[in-house]
């Protein structure tokens, strides 16, 4: 059983929590040029690594927030928990964020707006 | 559909000597049983090889199987981390049924059924396939009316299944209450009478014994640690028993596909979960079925030992460790608990998971990929043992021919990009 430290709540058992999978997962804009190919590694592809793994967790029979978590997926040991919109702050979460084939996909790059062209 | 002219693969061991009978039997017990010869050779990896099968489970064995014996491919090995079926082969609840909704799926599912029915005839090894019936109960009227659905759309594609009502129920399962006052009334059911169940170790043993028997080699405790190409074409793969050359690698891994295929750059839809199963302590026989529950999510069936036999569905978060949370076994307990009040006094004996490569469709990957000569059959999820000689037959052909048979052919990866998903979570019942 995990015990579980909602950001809200406080520490509490996983059977209060639903997992919401991977998570940093971003929508492509809908102007994207991407190929169905491409649009499917948004869509259906998802990280699954033998280690540490970030994904979205709901306090379903709590307060209902989401919120992010680095877990080790051999040990389950929770390295840390921080908020929807932000990065890891742990060496390990920081790491996993990168080691994300995701990051380099060109559904991520196709989710940031092009840069304003300053004058 | 399966087709017609299906070739079994049971062409007779080619060592006469190690065929199994009962002379062979009689043979052996007059000499008290010591001098029965080992099932498999333990081999060493060759230089190089002309397939590589990556996983010794029931799907990798029965892969390379296949491909010696109908496509002649002989000089392949089959490498496995651990040792034989010692991952999801040995961990499931060995269920075995066709019964499934959309005509892809019965296609697969069939074809493997099919396989099992003489399986151990084929294999000359007893994996003790029991059609003992799968009998899939319902508890409200609105499911009631959704199984008729899948009942006739099962039926239209050639696959038995019959409607029962709860006095029939009880006819088969006198243990089970059909009152309509509990908490989840037996309002129906229907049953699958060529389903049922088969011992899974031996299922693995049988294919490695008669894999090896055609010259495959199976080595154990080597780790796929890279795999080697060139350009877009596969040259071999990195063990940790050295490089081993060879144009084609088929990876049938379950949990660890996604490990795999990180190592050739592929994106696959896999979340790998535990799904844990559990048995009682053994008891006198008492249910000579599988039964089956979506609404109260649990299948029970008993073993040829008397342990009563339990399985529920996935824990709710990926891992790699075989073992699984405790909510999910105390679910499932009280859901059995539920439908069979008599199991509250029987004790838990074991309890185990195995890692899972759920897809997002509830439907396997067979599949080649953008690398030439690296095959994937994975996605299985909760449903791998049932199809493991189907699996293993097609993905054979698929090795073999470099391209996906009409069976295989809709379970490609391109179905994530083109949308045409084969989505049986809702289809396909409780433990597909």
């Known amino acids: 059983m995990l015990k579980i430290k909602c950001p809200i709540c406080g520490n509490r058992d996983e059977t209060e929590f639903s997992c919401g999978g991977e998570a940093h997962i971003a929508r492509p804009l809908v102007d994207n040029k991407l190929t169905d190919k491409a649009f499917s590694e948004y869509l259906f592809m998802r990280d699954n690594p033998k280690g540490i793994f970030l994904e979205r967790w709901c306090h379903t029979s709590g307060c209902r927030r989401w919120f992010n978590l680095a877990r080790d997926t051999i040990s389950h040991e929770i390295i840390e928990v921080y908020p929807i919109g932000q990065m890891p702050k742990t060496a390990k979460g920081k790491k996993s964020y990168q080691a994300n084939w995701r990051r380099r996909s060109k559904a991520e790059a196709a989710s940031k707006p092009a840069k304003r062209i300053v004058k | 559909m399966a087709n017609k002219d299906l070739d079994r693969g049971s062409r007779a061991l080619t060592q006469k000597s190690k065929r199994y009978s009962i002379f062979s039997l009689a043979r052996n017990a007059a000499s008290y049983h010591q001098n029965w010869q080992q099932a498999w050779r333990h081999a060493e990896p060759k230089s190089a090889y002309d397939a590589v099968i990556i996983g010794g489970g029931g799907h990798g064995l029965a892969t390379a199987y296949y491909l010696a014996n109908i496509h002649g491919m002989t000089k392949i090995a089959v490498i496995e981390k651990g040792w034989l079926g010692g991952g999801n082969t040995g961990r499931n609840t060995t269920i075995i049924r066709s019964n499934y909704m959309w005509d892809e799926s019965a296609g697969i599912y069939e074809h493997a059924l099919k396989l099992w029915e003489g399986l151990s005839q084929d294999l000359n090894f007893n994996v003790m396939f029991s059609q003992r019936g799968v009998l899939t109960i319902t508890h409200s009227e609105h499911e009631l009316k959704g199984m008729s659905r899948r009942v006739h759309a099962i039926r239209l594609n050639g696959i038995d299944s019959d409607i029962l009502t709860p006095a029939e129920i009880k006819k088969r399962v006198p243990t089970i209450n059909i009152s ?253």
């Open chain 2, 180 to 432: 309509p006052d509990i908490r989840y009334p037996v309002m129906g059911g229907f049953v699958q009478k060529r389903g049922g169940t088969a011992r899974h170790d031996a299922v693995a043993w049988g294919y490695a014994r008669a894999a090896d028997d055609l010259g495959v080699d199976i080595i154990q405790n080597c780790e796929v640690i890279g795999l080697r190409r060139n350009g877009s074409q596969i040259t071999g793969i990195e063990t940790s028993k050295g490089f081993v050359k060879t144009p084609k690698v088929g990876c049938v891994v379950a949990g660890h596909s996604s490990v795999v295929a990180d190592m050739a750059n592929i994106r696959l839809p896999i979340a790998s979960r535990p799904l844990q199963a559990l048995v009682s302590e053994p008891i006198k026989p008492i249910l000579d079925t599988v039964i089956m529950s979506n609404a109260v999510h649990m299948y029970i069936s008993q073993s040829d030992k008397g342990e009563i036999v339990l399985g529920a569905g996935v824990d709710k978060y990926n891992s790699y460790a075989q073992t699984g949370s405790w909510p999910v076994p105390e679910h499932m307990a009280a859901a059995a608990v539920d439908l069979f009040p008599f199991l509250s006094r029987l004790r838990m004996l074991r309890q185990w998971g195995g890692i899972v490569d759920t897809c997002p469709d509830a439907s396997p990957i067979i599949s080649k990929t953008d690398i030439n000569g690296l095959y994937f059959n994975c996605g299985w999820g909760t449903g791998g043992f049932k199809s493991t000689p189907g699996s293993g037959h097609i993905f054979a052909d698929l090795i073999a021919h470099d391209r996906p048979n009409s069976i295989a052919l809709p379970y490609g990866l391109k179905r994530f990009e083109t949308g045409y998903l084969i989505d049986e979570h809702g289809a396909a019942g409780v433990a597909h």
